[in-house]
């Protein structure tokens, strides 16, 4: 199994100018939790609705005025931890577990090709397992 049979290919990305409002936006509007953060098409960092929703716990007061103020460079991850699209998916999945990050920003040849998440990597787990599929499970003890 390899990184790219799992990957989003189709992937919403923002730059490091854009607002926090900007992002917050994407993050409501595509129902994902990360977006890689590219600079001329290159992956510079990675943002998560995690460091937007942060702030909404923080109680700032003005809130909108703040993510509207802010942008995506004071909050992103850097520099972003990558994988290939030839990269076995167990290996991203290691990589993601001992980092403790959610996604790995898919890169080929220096170029944002797609993205890998958890829910990737659950869904492999899923498929080869055989958990979809009708069947009966044998336990030998």
């Known amino acids: 199994m390899l990184v790219r049979e799992f990957m989003t290919s189709k992937v919403v990305t923002i730059t490091e100018e854009e607002t926090l409002k900007t992002a917050d936006l994407r993050f409501r509007q595509g129902r994902f939790r990360h977006l890689p953060v590219v600079r001329d098409g290159t992956v510079v960092g990675?943002?998560?609705?995690?460091?937007?929703?942060?702030?909404?716990?923080?109680?700032?007061?003005?809130?909108?005025?703040?993510?509207?103020?802010?942008?995506?460079?004071?909050?992103?991850?850097?520099?972003?931890?990558?994988?290939?699209?030839?990269?076995?998916?167990?290996?991203?999945?290691?990589?993601?577990?001992?980092?403790?990050?959610?996604?790995?920003?898919?890169?080929?040849?220096?170029?944002?090709?797609?993205?890998?998440?958890?829910?990737?990597?659950f869904r492999a787990f899923v498929q080869v397992m055989g958990v979809a599929e009708p069947g009966t499970r044998l336990e030998l003890t």
């Open 46 to 121: 990675v943002v998560s609705d995690r460091d937007v929703r942060a702030l909404r716990d923080l109680d700032v007061p003005d809130l909108p005025a703040v993510l509207e103020r802010r942008r995506v460079r004071d909050v992103m991850r850097r520099p972003a931890i990558v994988a290939s699209p030839q990269d076995p998916l167990e290996q991203a999945a290691r990589l993601m577990y001992e980092r403790k990050i959610g996604c790995l920003p898919v890169v080929d040849e220096g170029r944002l090709v797609g993205i890998v998440t958890t829910s990737d990597v």
